[in-house]
Every structure is written in C-alpha cells, then in structure tokens.
C-alpha cells in the first residue's frame, strides 16, 4: 500500500468552504482522477483519507494537508495534477509527496498566520500589539457546544507583528497587517481569539471583518521562532533512497568479488 501526502489551499471565496463541504468536493476529485484508492473494512467502507489539522471555516489557508492510501503506487507530481484539475478553483491541490517518515500530525505545531485588519491604521494595530504581548495572560471566551468558554489567548502567541500593506496591495483606505505564530495547543486559540484579545488589552475593534489567511504550518521551532515545512522529511527521504540503494548494491557487489 503506498501512502500521498497532499498540500492543498482554500483561497478566495472557497475560504467559506467547510471542512465538511471539502471532504465531498475531494472524494468526488478522487473518483474523477480514478485514484486507486484503499478503503476502510466494515459495512461502509470508505476511502482512507486522513485530514489534519484543518482551518476553520471563513478562513483562506496556503497550507492545509492530508494523506491517502492507494492500493496501486502512483508518480506523486501526476497525481497531483490530476487532482488539482477535478477541483474547483481556490481548492488547490499544490504537493503530493509519497509518505517515507510517520506522525505527519505530529509535526502540525504551529501555524502562521496573516490577519488584514481594514479600517485600522497601523500605529493604532501596533499600539494593541504590544499591550498584548506585555500581558501575562489574556483572557478571552468563545461559545462552544457546551456554552460559554473561558480561556488564555496570550500563552499560544509566539510572535506577533503589526505592520502596514505591502507594496503590491495598496489600499486608499487604513490598513494593518497582523502576521502572528500560533501554537497548537488545548484549547485551541484562533486568530479570532487573538482579534479578541485585542480588544479586550486595547480597545483595538476593526470596523469590517478580518480577511485571515494560514500562511504555514508545521513543527514549531523554539530556537528560531519559526515553522518548518512538514513534508520536508519525506522529500528527503525520497531523495535519499535511490543513493541508498546504490551504495547498497555496491556493497554487494564489493562483497561478491571478495
């Protein structure tokens, strides 16, 4: 059986997709591109598919994962592509690398995330910024099946930055940019946590709704402060073995003229 690991992004107005609605929309891609697919044992079989870590609903992502099962090997670029053309537009599909090391989940840490705060100018998104991260705690609440919550949205941040628009993304209108490290913590904290806890340390209150975007997500990294790429030991993998093999047949061959 040989397992894909998939990057894939949520953009533009599929952002509003749910991770429910995703799922369809990929199961019916899978057929589409006649991917050899394992399936489950039992009454209602299905396809062995395992999400992680996925975005809210409402959010864009440039890195969302997930890994299949195939009971036929396939080439992880054509599989890919073919994917990538029987899904809408905004749900892409960018990677697909064959699966050489276990505990994908285990290397989804942290996320980066970027929040554009319209209506907000940046020296007002600043101010907020260092009134949080000056807090030993920040408590928040958000409504669960099981009512009110109450939480620290301050211990999850490893960073966070307040800056004005880029270059290329001019806007007539006030405009900051929070780009922020989350842990993956119990609770979760969302940007949307963090948005409150700006307002409740600052006052901060963006007129129009937040446009967030999961930048990456990976294994946090404590030294650096930053998230690294979790397919990375599988590319390495993949590109390691066919030097292994070849020093292994030249052991052999080594071996056989002794």
């Keep these: 059986m040989q397992r894909i690991r998939l990057r894939y992004t949520k953009r533009g107005r599929l952002r509003f997709t749910s991770h429910r609605d995703f799922q369809r929309a990929f199961e019916r891609a899978l057929r589409r591109a006649e991917v050899p697919m394992a399936y489950s044992a039992g009454f209602t ?7 992680a870590n996925a975005a809210p609903t409402g959010t864009g992502s440039e890195a969302e994962y997930l890994e299949i099962a195939l009971t036929e090997a396939r080439d992880p670029q054509k599989l890919c592509e073919l994917l990538d053309e029987s899904l809408p537009d905004g749900l892409d599909i960018i990677e697909a ?6 505990g994908l989940a285990d290397r989804l840490t942290a996320s980066v995330w970027e929040l554009r705060l319209d209506g907000v100018a ?3 998104a600043e101010r907020a910024v260092e009134a949080f991260k000056s807090a030993d705690t920040v408590e ?3 409504r669960t099946k099981n009512g009110m919550r109450t939480f ?7 960073s966070l930055e307040a800056h004005g628009p880029q270059a290329d993304r001019p806007t007539d209108q006030p ?5 922020l490290v989350v842990r993956h913590v119990t609770p979760a904290v969302r940007p949307d946590d963090v948005l409150s806890g700006l ?7 963006p007129p129009v709704a937040a446009a967030v975007t999961r930048l990456a997500q990976g294994l946090f ?3 650096t402060g930053t998230v690294t790429d979790p397919l990375a030991p599988d590319r390495e993998a993949v590109t390691a073995a066919p030097a292994d093999r070849t020093g292994a047949a030249e052991t052999a061959a080594a071996k056989a003229s002794a």
């Design 45 to 51: 079989p299905h396809p062995k598919v395992s999400y």
């Design 97 to 102: 690398v064959e699966a050489r090391t276990s």
């Design 122 to 124: 940046p020296a007002d």
């Design 140 to 142: 928040v609440q958000r």
């Design 152 to 158: 620290d949205a301050r211990g999850a941040v490893a």
């Design 175 to 179: 405009c900051a940019i929070l780009r």
């Design 199 to 205: 307002r409740a340390v600052a006052d901060l209150a």
């Design 221 to 223: 990294d404590e030294e």
